[in-house]
């Protein structure tokens, strides 16, 4: 009797957890490696994002990848600098074009 409550409490504890994960983190696939960011308040904005290729990188326009702040705040960007998805240079323009609309 006694353990079927403790599953329970196991089974929510888990649950309340991987709640709690999701709302604190980023989790960025990247050629289908996942990549974890933390972020900076809880929320569920832009839990999910994949970035599948160079390719992709070049179709969607590097500058509306980085566009929300949230994920920049985490350090998208950065992150795709550290995987060599983009270089540098690319990830200055970007941010440039994006903060002072150049």
């Given at each position: ?10 089974f929510l504890a888990l649950l309340l957890y991987g ?32 970035i599948a290729s160079r390719k992709e990188i070049k ?6 990848i980085i566009r929300p702040a949230d994920l920049r ?30």
């Amino acid at each position: 009797m006694q353990t079927g409550k403790i599953k329970k409490m196991i089974f929510l504890a888990l649950l309340l957890y991987g709640g709690y994960f999701l709302l604190a983190n980023h989790i960025i696939f990247i050629e289908n490696k996942p990549h974890i960011l933390p972020k900076a308040k809880l929320n569920l904005n832009h839990t999910f994002t994949s970035i599948a290729s160079r390719k992709e990188i070049k179709y969607k326009m590097l500058v509306n990848i980085i566009r929300p702040a949230d994920l920049r705040n985490a350090g998208l960007g950065e992150l795709l600098v550290k995987t060599g998805m983009i270089s540098d240079d690319e990830l200055r323009a970007a941010e440039d074009q994006l903060d002072y609309g150049n």
